[in-house]
């Protein structure tokens, strides 16, 4: 079962899968909405790594994401809403990835709860 975290929450479960990381390596938010989505409304980098990757790219990059960060490095899944980012927690942790959770609510609560500049859409 996948970890659903409010982004009110996310700077707590940013700082303590930091805590377990080397110092020059951040948590990421992955942020599986469509390019438009991202250049609409994206959150900002602070204490994460943000990778932009569409939900429908996923599949065939499971690969790459498993080389580039390795199945044990923390991921927090974001979308608009938290639809499709909890689909992708799934995909991910059903394909061995071990530190997954989903930002429930999506950008759309992030704007609510963390960063009011965030448009929403």
């Given at each position: 079962m996948i970890s659903q975290l409010n982004p009110s929450d996310f700077a707590a479960w940013r700082d303590r899968v930091a805590a377990d990381l080397?110092?020059?390596?951040?948590?990421?938010?992955?942020?599986?909405?469509?390019?438009?989505?991202?250049?609409?409304a994206s959150v900002r980098e602070d204490?994460?790594?943000?990778?932009?990757?569409?939900m429908r790219e996923v599949p065939a990059?499971?690969?790459?994401?498993?080389?580039?960060?390795?199945?044990?490095?923390?991921?927090?899944?974001?979308?608009?809403?938290?639809?499709?980012?909890?689909q992708v927690a799934n995909y991910l942790a059903q394909?061995?990835?071990?530190e997954v959770v989903n930002l429930q609510g999506g950008i759309d609560a992030w704007t609510q709860q963390v960063d009011p500049s965030v448009p929403r859409y």
């Amino acid at each position: 079962m996948i970890s659903q975290l409010n982004p009110s929450d996310f700077a707590a479960w940013r700082d303590r899968v930091a805590a377990d990381l080397a110092p020059t390596v951040l948590p990421v938010v992955l942020d599986v909405r469509e390019p438009w989505e991202v250049q609409t409304a994206s959150v900002r980098e602070d204490g994460f790594s943000l990778l932009a990757l569409p939900m429908r790219e996923v599949p065939a990059r499971l690969a790459e994401l498993k080389d580039m960060l390795g199945t044990g490095h923390p991921i927090a899944c974001l979308c608009h809403h938290g639809m499709r980012s909890q689909q992708v927690a799934n995909y991910l942790a059903q394909g061995g990835f071990a530190e997954v959770v989903n930002l429930q609510g999506g950008i759309d609560a992030w704007t609510q709860q963390v960063d009011p500049s965030v448009p929403r859409y």
